[in-house]
């Protein structure tokens, strides 16, 4: 018998997040290597969005976001992991057209 297949959608102000995988080992902006063993304390992380409530308004799925990762909630869908938080617990939102940035890029 096969299984019926569901799809995964969000509700209200919820955004599901897919985590970026980080390299395994950083240099800093000096040429430092920093080992992937390193654990920074309060880092944030870049994710892409994969799904949204009705009522987010400031994202939108495949936008990159900057979130802190220790304070989510995590769902494992077919071998992958997301987070599922808050649209207010989104610090920023990496986007190509912008009015009022940071005048930073990645």
Known sequence: MV?????????????????????????????????????????????????????????????KVLFNPEEQFEVEVHAQVYLVMRERDLHAVATQETDHGTGLYL
């Open 3 to 63: 299984e019926p297949k569901f799809e995964i959608q969000m509700l209200h102000d919820r955004v599901m997040i897919r985590l970026e995988q980080e390299a395994e080992e950083r240099r800093s902006g000096s040429g430092i290597v920093i080992p992937a063993t390193v654990k920074l304390a309060n880092r944030l992380a870049w994710g892409e969005v994969c799904g949204v409530g009705t009522y987010v308004r400031s994202v939108k799925v495949g936008d």
